[in-house]
Protein backbone atom coordinates (compact mmCIF):
# COMPACT_ATOMS: atom_id res chain seq x y z
CA UNK A 1 0.00 0.00 0.00
CA UNK A 2 2.20 2.43 0.82
CA UNK A 3 4.53 1.65 -2.39
CA UNK A 4 1.66 2.98 -4.34
CA UNK A 5 0.81 5.62 -2.12
CA UNK A 6 4.49 7.00 -2.84
CA UNK A 7 4.12 6.18 -6.62
CA UNK A 8 1.06 7.81 -6.79
CA UNK A 9 2.43 11.13 -5.01
CA UNK A 10 4.89 11.69 -7.83
CA UNK A 11 2.57 10.85 -10.85
CA UNK A 12 -0.06 13.53 -9.32
CA UNK A 13 2.75 16.08 -8.29
CA UNK A 14 4.09 16.39 -11.44
CA UNK A 15 1.27 15.92 -13.35
CA UNK A 16 0.35 19.07 -11.73
CA UNK A 17 3.27 20.92 -12.10
CA UNK A 18 2.88 19.51 -15.85
CA UNK A 19 -0.53 21.13 -16.13
CA UNK A 20 -0.27 24.72 -14.54
CA UNK A 21 3.07 24.99 -16.74
CA UNK A 22 0.91 26.07 -19.57
CA UNK A 23 0.40 29.39 -17.68
CA UNK A 24 4.42 29.73 -17.74
CA UNK A 25 4.54 30.21 -21.60
CA UNK A 26 4.34 33.94 -23.10
CA UNK A 27 1.45 35.84 -23.75
CA UNK A 28 1.40 35.72 -26.81
CA UNK A 29 2.94 32.07 -27.52
CA UNK A 30 -1.01 31.48 -25.76
CA UNK A 31 -2.73 33.39 -27.51
CA UNK A 32 -1.91 31.47 -30.82
CA UNK A 33 -2.59 28.14 -28.94
CA UNK A 34 -6.26 27.57 -29.87
CA UNK A 35 -6.88 25.18 -27.22
CA UNK A 36 -5.20 25.56 -23.94
CA UNK A 37 -7.03 23.51 -22.23
CA UNK A 38 -6.00 19.93 -24.48
CA UNK A 39 -2.41 21.71 -24.16
CA UNK A 40 -2.87 21.60 -20.28
CA UNK A 41 -3.82 17.87 -19.99
CA UNK A 42 -1.03 16.93 -22.71
CA UNK A 43 1.38 18.16 -20.58
CA UNK A 44 0.09 16.90 -17.09
CA UNK A 45 0.11 13.40 -19.00
CA UNK A 46 3.23 13.66 -19.92
CA UNK A 47 4.72 15.14 -16.71
CA UNK A 48 2.77 12.48 -15.44
CA UNK A 49 4.67 9.81 -17.14
CA UNK A 50 7.55 11.16 -15.53
CA UNK A 51 6.21 11.05 -12.40
CA UNK A 52 5.69 7.34 -12.23
CA UNK A 53 9.80 6.94 -13.07
CA UNK A 54 10.39 8.93 -10.41
CA UNK A 55 7.87 7.16 -8.06
CA UNK A 56 9.30 3.59 -9.63
CA UNK A 57 13.08 5.08 -8.41
CA UNK A 58 11.83 6.40 -5.43
CA UNK A 59 10.11 3.56 -4.01
CA UNK A 60 13.09 1.59 -4.97
CA UNK A 61 15.14 3.74 -3.14
CA UNK A 62 12.70 3.61 0.02
CA UNK A 63 12.76 -0.37 0.07
CA UNK A 64 16.19 -0.54 0.24
CA UNK A 65 17.05 1.91 2.74
CA UNK A 66 14.12 0.48 4.87
CA UNK A 67 16.03 -2.95 4.35
CA UNK A 68 19.59 -1.68 5.28
CA UNK A 69 18.30 0.16 8.21
CA UNK A 70 16.37 -3.42 9.54
CA UNK A 71 19.78 -4.83 9.17
CA UNK A 72 21.61 -2.34 11.21
CA UNK A 73 21.77 -2.89 14.47
CA UNK A 74 20.56 -0.40 16.94
CA UNK A 75 23.87 0.94 18.54
CA UNK A 76 24.80 1.66 15.07
CA UNK A 77 22.36 3.81 14.21
CA UNK A 78 22.31 5.41 17.91
CA UNK A 79 25.94 5.92 17.61
CA UNK A 80 25.67 7.09 13.81
CA UNK A 81 22.95 9.74 15.08
CA UNK A 82 24.92 11.00 17.63
CA UNK A 83 28.23 11.57 15.23
CA UNK A 84 25.68 13.19 13.06
CA UNK A 85 24.05 15.76 15.73
CA UNK A 86 27.61 16.21 17.37
CA UNK A 87 29.12 16.85 13.20
CA UNK A 88 26.31 19.91 13.12
CA UNK A 89 26.81 21.32 16.02
CA UNK A 90 30.46 21.42 15.55
CA UNK A 91 29.66 22.87 12.14
CA UNK A 92 27.33 25.52 13.30
CA UNK A 93 29.73 26.78 16.07
CA UNK A 94 32.56 27.34 13.35
CA UNK A 95 30.72 29.03 10.47
CA UNK A 96 28.68 31.14 12.24
CA UNK A 97 31.40 34.20 12.57
CA UNK A 98 31.10 33.86 9.11
CA UNK A 99 27.53 35.26 8.67
CA UNK A 100 28.90 38.19 10.78
CA UNK A 101 31.53 39.36 8.19
CA UNK A 102 30.67 41.93 5.45
CA UNK A 103 30.80 40.58 2.54
CA UNK A 104 30.05 42.15 -0.61
CA UNK A 105 26.87 41.86 -2.38
CA UNK A 106 27.68 40.43 -5.24
CA UNK A 107 29.64 37.18 -3.12
CA UNK A 108 26.98 37.37 -0.99
CA UNK A 109 26.40 33.79 -2.04
CA UNK A 110 29.09 32.54 -0.82
CA UNK A 111 27.15 32.25 2.71
CA UNK A 112 24.87 29.40 2.31
CA UNK A 113 27.29 27.56 0.41
CA UNK A 114 29.82 27.69 2.71
CA UNK A 115 27.38 26.95 5.59
CA UNK A 116 26.11 23.70 3.48
CA UNK A 117 29.47 22.81 2.42
CA UNK A 118 30.81 23.14 5.84
CA UNK A 119 27.38 20.93 7.44
CA UNK A 120 27.72 18.19 5.03
CA UNK A 121 31.83 17.82 5.41
CA UNK A 122 31.43 18.15 9.56
CA UNK A 123 27.89 15.32 9.21
CA UNK A 124 29.87 12.84 7.33
CA UNK A 125 33.34 13.59 10.02
CA UNK A 126 31.11 12.84 12.75
CA UNK A 127 29.16 9.57 11.19
CA UNK A 128 32.78 8.50 10.53
CA UNK A 129 34.07 8.84 14.22
CA UNK A 130 30.77 7.30 15.60
CA UNK A 131 31.40 3.90 13.07
CA UNK A 132 35.36 3.99 14.53
CA UNK A 133 34.15 4.80 18.42
CA UNK A 134 31.38 3.54 18.48
CA UNK A 135 31.41 1.85 21.31
CA UNK A 136 32.56 4.68 23.32
CA UNK A 137 29.80 6.82 22.76
CA UNK A 138 27.36 4.01 24.34
CA UNK A 139 29.73 3.80 27.30
CA UNK A 140 29.12 8.07 27.27
CA UNK A 141 25.89 7.55 26.83
CA UNK A 142 25.06 5.18 29.47
CA UNK A 143 28.45 4.79 32.07
CA UNK A 144 26.45 2.28 34.23
CA UNK A 145 26.43 -0.37 31.73
CA UNK A 146 28.33 -3.42 33.17
CA UNK A 147 31.08 -3.40 30.36
CA UNK A 148 31.65 0.50 31.66
CA UNK A 149 31.84 -1.01 35.28
CA UNK A 150 34.34 -3.90 34.21
CA UNK A 151 36.17 -1.61 32.32
CA UNK A 152 36.36 0.77 35.32
CA UNK A 153 37.47 -2.00 37.37
CA UNK A 154 39.59 -3.56 35.24
CA UNK A 155 38.42 -6.75 34.90
CA UNK A 156 37.95 -6.18 30.96
CA UNK A 157 39.79 -5.26 28.42
CA UNK A 158 38.32 -3.06 25.10
CA UNK A 159 38.28 -5.29 22.06
CA UNK A 160 40.76 -3.47 19.53
CA UNK A 161 38.69 -3.33 15.77
CA UNK A 162 40.23 -5.54 13.56
CA UNK A 163 41.50 -4.59 10.42
CA UNK A 164 41.84 -6.70 7.28
CA UNK A 165 44.31 -6.74 4.74
CA UNK A 166 44.12 -7.81 0.54
CA UNK A 167 46.32 -11.23 1.14
CA UNK A 168 44.07 -12.42 4.48
CA UNK A 169 40.99 -11.98 2.37
CA UNK A 170 42.53 -13.84 -0.39
CA UNK A 171 44.19 -16.40 2.23
CA UNK A 172 40.19 -17.35 3.00
CA UNK A 173 41.12 -19.00 5.84
CA UNK A 174 38.99 -15.66 7.79
CA UNK A 175 36.20 -16.76 6.66
CA UNK A 176 36.50 -19.90 8.95
CA UNK A 177 38.23 -17.96 11.85
CA UNK A 178 35.04 -15.86 12.22
CA UNK A 179 32.88 -19.00 11.94
CA UNK A 180 35.30 -20.26 15.16
CA UNK A 181 34.30 -17.20 17.13
CA UNK A 182 37.58 -16.75 18.14
CA UNK A 183 38.10 -13.72 16.63
CA UNK A 184 36.37 -10.80 19.06
CA UNK A 185 35.38 -7.24 17.71
CA UNK A 186 34.38 -4.87 14.63
CA UNK A 187 36.21 -6.49 11.51
CA UNK A 188 37.04 -2.91 9.38
CA UNK A 189 37.71 -3.00 5.54
CA UNK A 190 39.45 -0.42 4.40
CA UNK A 191 38.01 1.41 1.34
CA UNK A 192 41.60 1.08 -0.32
CA UNK A 193 41.86 -2.34 0.38
CA UNK A 194 38.30 -2.84 -1.32
CA UNK A 195 40.10 -0.74 -4.34
CA UNK A 196 43.21 -3.15 -4.74
CA UNK A 197 40.74 -6.10 -5.05
CA UNK A 198 39.00 -4.58 -7.88
CA UNK A 199 42.18 -3.60 -9.14
CA UNK A 200 43.30 -6.72 -9.36
CA UNK A 201 40.30 -8.57 -10.28
CA UNK A 202 40.23 -6.58 -13.46
CA UNK A 203 44.02 -7.12 -14.23
CA UNK A 204 44.47 -8.58 -17.66
CA UNK A 205 46.65 -11.22 -15.94
CA UNK A 206 45.05 -14.49 -15.22
CA UNK A 207 46.40 -15.22 -11.99
CA UNK A 208 45.87 -11.67 -10.66
CA UNK A 209 41.93 -11.80 -11.69
CA UNK A 210 41.48 -15.07 -10.08
CA UNK A 211 43.44 -13.93 -7.12
CA UNK A 212 41.20 -10.70 -6.70
CA UNK A 213 37.77 -12.25 -7.65
CA UNK A 214 38.15 -14.80 -4.86
CA UNK A 215 38.90 -12.07 -2.74
CA UNK A 216 35.61 -10.06 -3.99
CA UNK A 217 33.96 -13.56 -3.23
CA UNK A 218 34.97 -14.66 0.13
CA UNK A 219 34.32 -10.65 1.61
CA UNK A 220 30.99 -10.73 0.08
CA UNK A 221 30.37 -14.17 1.83
CA UNK A 222 31.58 -13.15 5.38
CA UNK A 223 29.59 -9.77 5.19
CA UNK A 224 26.43 -11.68 4.43
CA UNK A 225 27.33 -14.14 7.14
CA UNK A 226 28.36 -11.45 9.83
CA UNK A 227 26.86 -7.86 9.00
CA UNK A 228 26.58 -6.46 12.43
CA UNK A 229 30.47 -6.85 12.74
CA UNK A 230 31.94 -6.12 8.99
CA UNK A 231 32.43 -2.58 8.82
CA UNK A 232 33.73 -0.90 5.33
CA UNK A 233 35.77 1.58 6.49
CA UNK A 234 36.14 4.83 4.40
CA UNK A 235 39.45 5.88 5.29
CA UNK A 236 41.76 7.07 2.63
CA UNK A 237 45.27 8.34 2.81
CA UNK A 238 46.07 9.81 -0.73
CA UNK A 239 49.39 11.03 0.42
CA UNK A 240 50.47 7.43 1.83
CA UNK A 241 51.35 5.44 -1.54
CA UNK A 242 51.21 2.17 -0.74
CA UNK A 243 48.22 -0.09 0.64
CA UNK A 244 50.49 -1.69 3.37
CA UNK A 245 51.60 1.77 5.00
CA UNK A 246 48.05 2.93 4.56
CA UNK A 247 46.65 -0.25 6.56
CA UNK A 248 49.69 0.69 9.72
CA UNK A 249 48.41 4.36 9.47
CA UNK A 250 45.33 3.28 9.72
CA UNK A 251 46.45 0.71 12.69
CA UNK A 252 48.02 3.64 14.60
CA UNK A 253 45.05 6.12 13.66
CA UNK A 254 42.34 4.37 15.51
CA UNK A 255 44.38 1.87 17.64
CA UNK A 256 43.59 -1.29 15.74
CA UNK A 257 45.12 -4.97 15.45
CA UNK A 258 46.17 -5.74 11.64
CA UNK A 259 45.18 -9.06 10.30
CA UNK A 260 47.05 -10.26 8.19
CA UNK A 261 49.53 -13.43 6.71
CA UNK A 262 51.90 -11.17 5.11
CA UNK A 263 55.28 -11.90 6.80
CA UNK A 264 56.48 -8.24 5.70
CA UNK A 265 53.87 -6.34 6.41
CA UNK A 266 53.74 -8.15 10.45
CA UNK A 267 57.82 -6.74 10.80
CA UNK A 268 56.93 -3.50 9.58
CA UNK A 269 53.78 -3.04 11.62
CA UNK A 270 55.67 -4.35 14.66
CA UNK A 271 58.85 -1.94 14.11
CA UNK A 272 55.82 1.00 14.33
CA UNK A 273 53.85 -0.57 17.25
CA UNK A 274 51.24 -1.92 15.57
CA UNK A 275 49.41 -4.92 16.85
CA UNK A 276 49.40 -7.91 14.74
CA UNK A 277 47.58 -10.86 14.02
CA UNK A 278 49.84 -13.56 11.33
CA UNK A 279 47.39 -16.09 10.49
CA UNK A 280 49.82 -18.37 9.42
CA UNK A 281 51.50 -18.21 13.44
CA UNK A 282 48.12 -19.14 14.51
CA UNK A 283 48.19 -22.12 11.81
CA UNK A 284 51.71 -22.95 12.59
CA UNK A 285 50.71 -22.73 16.64
CA UNK A 286 47.72 -24.64 16.80
CA UNK A 287 49.65 -27.74 14.91
CA UNK A 288 49.71 -30.61 16.76
CA UNK A 289 52.55 -32.22 18.08
CA UNK A 290 53.75 -35.60 17.91
CA UNK A 291 56.42 -36.97 20.69
CA UNK A 292 58.09 -40.68 20.03
CA UNK A 293 56.16 -42.92 20.53
CA UNK A 294 53.12 -41.47 19.15
CA UNK A 295 51.32 -43.17 16.18
CA UNK A 296 49.67 -41.50 13.53
CA UNK A 297 48.12 -43.07 10.01
CA UNK A 298 50.24 -42.21 6.83
CA UNK A 299 50.12 -42.68 3.46
CA UNK A 300 53.29 -43.16 1.59
CA UNK A 301 53.17 -41.18 -1.61
CA UNK A 302 56.61 -41.14 -2.75
CA UNK A 303 60.40 -42.36 -2.09
CA UNK A 304 62.91 -40.66 0.06
CA UNK A 305 66.33 -39.21 -0.27
CA UNK A 306 67.79 -42.49 1.19
CA UNK A 307 66.94 -45.63 -0.37
CA UNK A 308 64.76 -47.45 2.28
CA UNK A 309 62.87 -44.03 3.12
CA UNK A 310 59.29 -43.14 2.24
CA UNK A 311 58.17 -39.87 2.36
CA UNK A 312 54.54 -38.79 3.11
CA UNK A 313 52.82 -35.72 4.21
CA UNK A 314 50.14 -34.70 7.11
CA UNK A 315 47.09 -32.63 6.45
CA UNK A 316 48.82 -29.19 7.67
CA UNK A 317 51.44 -30.58 5.30
CA UNK A 318 53.95 -31.40 7.24
CA UNK A 319 56.55 -33.65 5.81
CA UNK A 320 56.73 -37.45 7.50
CA UNK A 321 60.21 -39.51 6.55
CA UNK A 322 59.21 -43.31 7.64
CA UNK A 323 62.70 -45.61 7.69
CA UNK A 324 61.92 -48.53 5.62
CA UNK A 325 59.18 -47.39 4.09
CA UNK A 326 59.98 -47.17 0.03
CA UNK A 327 58.15 -50.92 -0.08
CA UNK A 328 54.98 -49.28 1.47
CA UNK A 329 55.01 -46.14 -1.19
CA UNK A 330 51.35 -46.33 -2.61
CA UNK A 331 49.88 -47.56 0.60
CA UNK A 332 48.71 -46.50 3.73
CA UNK A 333 50.03 -47.39 7.04
CA UNK A 334 50.37 -47.10 10.70
CA UNK A 335 53.56 -45.39 11.91
CA UNK A 336 55.97 -44.82 14.79
CA UNK A 337 56.90 -41.29 15.62
CA UNK A 338 60.54 -41.45 16.56
CA UNK A 339 61.85 -38.05 16.67
CA UNK A 340 60.59 -34.27 14.85
CA UNK A 341 62.85 -31.61 13.60
CA UNK A 342 61.94 -27.55 13.13
CA UNK A 343 64.15 -26.09 10.42
CA UNK A 344 64.05 -23.19 8.26
CA UNK A 345 61.36 -24.54 6.25
CA UNK A 346 59.20 -25.94 8.25
CA UNK A 347 58.47 -29.29 10.73
CA UNK A 348 60.17 -32.72 9.32
CA UNK A 349 58.89 -35.52 11.48
CA UNK A 350 60.81 -38.96 11.47
CA UNK A 351 58.60 -42.51 11.66
CA UNK A 352 59.03 -45.96 11.50
CA UNK A 353 56.84 -49.16 10.80
CA UNK A 354 55.55 -51.02 14.04
CA UNK A 355 56.95 -54.13 12.98
CA UNK A 356 60.94 -52.17 11.94
CA UNK A 357 60.44 -50.66 15.38
CA UNK A 358 60.19 -54.20 16.78
CA UNK A 359 62.64 -55.64 15.55
Request: negative net charge; aromatic residues 6%; proline residues 5%.
Amino acid sequence: MLDAIIILLFIFALAGVGFDSVDLLPEPVRLQISNVEALRWLAAGFTSIIGLAIGLVAQTTYRRLEKRIRETPIETILTRAVGLVIGLLIANLMLAPIFLLPIPGEFSFLKPTLAIFGSVIFAFLGISLADTHGRTFLRLINPNSLETMLLAEGTLTPVAPKILDTSCIIDGRIEQLLGTGFIEGQILVPQFVLAELQQLADASNDQKRVRGRRGLDILGRIQEAFPERIVIHSADYDDIPTVDAKLVHLGQEINGTLLTNDYNLSKVANLQKVAILNVNDLAQAIRPIYLPGDTLDLKILKQGKEPAQGIGYLEDGTMVVVEEGREYVGTELRVVVTSALQTAAGRMIFAKPPSILAS
